[in-house]
T-cell receptor, first 114, second 116 residues
C-alpha cells in the first residue's frame, strides 16, 4: 500500500534562515509527487509537483524540491524563509491510472519567527 | 478561469441529520475528488468521479456518498451524521488530458461542517 511520511510535525525557524521539510513515500508503482501549502481556514494551494523529468523541481514562492527515487524522498527546501511562509505544508503522492487517489502526509507546521 | 468553488462554506448540523455539499470544478475539468480533513486523521481521500462515474473510493462507511452531474458539478452526501463527521471537506478538480495523462489537482476552499 502507498503511504506518505512527513518526518517533522513542526518546524520552527527564524526569518531569513533556510528550511527543509522532509517527506518520504512508499509505493511499488510510479507516482506523481506534490507539495501543497494550507493557510488557516483555506484550501490547499499547490507549491510544486514532480510528474517526470528533472528531479529538481522549482515551485512558487521560492520553494524547490528534489525527487530521490533510491531514497523514496521528496524533500521541500527554501533558502530563506519569510514570516508569510508560516503555514501547514503537505506532501502528497497521487497513484492510480484511470481512477486515482491522492494520499497525503500528516502535514508539517512551519512556524517562522522574527 | 474561475477556480473550484464549494458551497456552502460553513454548515452546522445535529447528529442524525443528513447533509449535502456541492462542488463546481474548474471549467473543462471532468475529474472531481473529495477529501475529508480532520485534526486527528489528517487529509483522507473519499472518492473520485469522472464523467459521472465513481472511479475510486476511499475507506469510508456507506453513509458517505457522492455523485457527479453531466456538467461535472459534484455533490457529496453524508447521512445520519455523527460527531466525528465534523471536518473540513475539500473538493478538487483535475483536467484529464487527451493522452490519458493527468496534471494538477486544484482544490476548493472547502466546506467546514460542524456536527453538534
Amino acid at each position: 500500500a502507498q503511504s506518505v511520511t512527513q518526518l517533522d510535525s513542526q518546524v520552527p525557524v527564524f526569518e531569513e534562515a533556510p528550511v527543509e521539510l522532509r517527506c518520504n513515500y512508499s509505493s511499488s508503482v510510479s507516482v506523481y509527487l506534490f507539495w501543497y501549502v494550507q493557510y488557516p481556514n483555506q484550501g490547499l494551494q499547490l507549491l510544486l509537483k514532480y510528474l517526470s523529468g528533472s528531479t529538481l523541481v522549482k515551485g512558487i514562492n521560492g520553494f524547490e524540491a528534489e525527487f530521490n527515487k533510491s531514497q523514496t524522498s521528496f524533500h521541500l527546501r527554501k533558502p530563506s524563509v519569510h514570516i508569510s511562509d508560516t503555514a501547514e505544508y503537505f506532501c502528497a503522492v497521487r497513484v492510480g491510472t484511470g481512477g486515482f487517489k491522492t494520499i497525503f502526509g500528516a502535514g508539517t507546521r512551519l512556524f517562522v519567527k522574527a | 478561469k474561475a477556480g473550484v468553488t464549494q458551497t456552502p462554506r460553513y454548515l452546522i448540523k445535529t447528529r442524525g441529520q443528513q447533509v449535502t455539499l456541492s462542488c463546481s470544478p474548474i471549467s473543462g475539468h471532468r475529474s472531481v475528488s473529495w477529501y475529508q480533513q480532520t485534526p486527528g486523521q489528517g487529509l483522507q481521500f473519499l472518492f473520485e468521479y469522472f464523467s459521472e462515474t465513481q472511479r475510486n473510493k476511499g475507506n469510508f462507511p456507506g453513509r458517505f456518498s457522492g455523485r457527479q452531474f453531466s456538467n461535472s458539478r459534484s455533490e457529496m452526501n453524508v447521512s445520519t451524521l455523527e460527531l466525528g463527521d465534523s471536518a473540513l471537506y475539500l473538493c478538487a478538480s483535475l483536467e484529464m488530458k487527451g493522452d490519458g495523462s493527468t496534471d494538477t489537482q486544484y482544490f476548493g476552499p472547502g466546506t467546514r461542517l460542524t456536527v453538534l
